[in-house]
């Protein structure tokens, strides 16, 4: 933990801190709160994020996964159309604080961020403040995990979240931490300021996981 950090007297005030995560995420090795971007780097797959000195593996599925690529890729090529800036996938890892690195499923990065307009290439983690974040749950995540994640990157900069169930069939939009619009299977979610132009049907995103139901683009 940073000497910034409250001490945690037990597993259970960790455990409620990095937002109740299923234990099997939660990795032993290095020792809890001690790990490192360094210690990251090496995690291997599953994609981890480290937390206060924590590795903890994301919930990620091979259906949530295809969901978060169909989606990067539509919001992939409006982005490459109007020349808007960079976006990565679920291995697409954003430095919100010292040894505190975090892995949207799906990130929109304006050409801003970057010094001359060029994205680093030789960096494992970038400190960039995304426009847009997406994550699709996944049943191992939990609410509180997810409402600490947006606060973090809302706290960076971040403009916009939408977080995607495809189980309930539904969506929230966020613009802040806290508030949030609420669509169900028959809503779009717009991309606003920060992706001009841009929308996604859900009921087009949801019917792209069936053979012949999706939309040609």
């Known amino acids: 933990m940073t000497a910034t950090q409250p001490a945690l007297k037990t597993f259970a005030d960790l455990h409620a801190k990095l937002g109740g995560v299923p234990l099997d995420r939660i990795r032993l090795h290095p020792a809890l709160g001690t790990a490192t971007e360094v210690d990251l780097e090496r995690a291997g797959k599953p994609t981890c994020e480290l937390i206060d000195g924590v590795l903890v593996e994301k919930a990620i599925g091979t259906f949530e996964s295809f969901l978060g690529i169909h989606i990067a890729r539509l919001i992939g090529n409006h982005v490459e159309a109007n020349d808007l800036g960079v976006v990565t996938g679920e291995a697409g890892l954003i430095r919100l604080g010292p040894d505190h690195v975090r892995a949207p ?37 939990t609410t509180a995990e997810i409402d600490r994640k947006l606060a973090e990157f809302f706290k960076v900069g971040c403009k916009l979240a939408w977080i995607i169930d495809p189980r309930a069939k539904a969506a929230k939009a966020y613009t802040s931490a806290k508030k949030f619009k609420e669509l169900d299977e028959t809503g779009t979610l717009d ?5 001009p132009g841009f929308t996604l049907s859900l009921a087009d995103l949801f019917a792209s996981t069936q053979r012949g139901k999706k939309k040609p683009r």
């Open 191 to 195: 991309g606003g300021k920060v992706l």
């Open 105 to 141: 499923d799906v990130t929109f990065i304006p050409w801003s961020e970057f010094p001359n307009d060029e994205m680093p290439q030789d960096e494992a983690f970038w400190s960039v403040a995304p426009g847009l974040i997406v994550e699709v749950l996944s049943p191992g995540n």
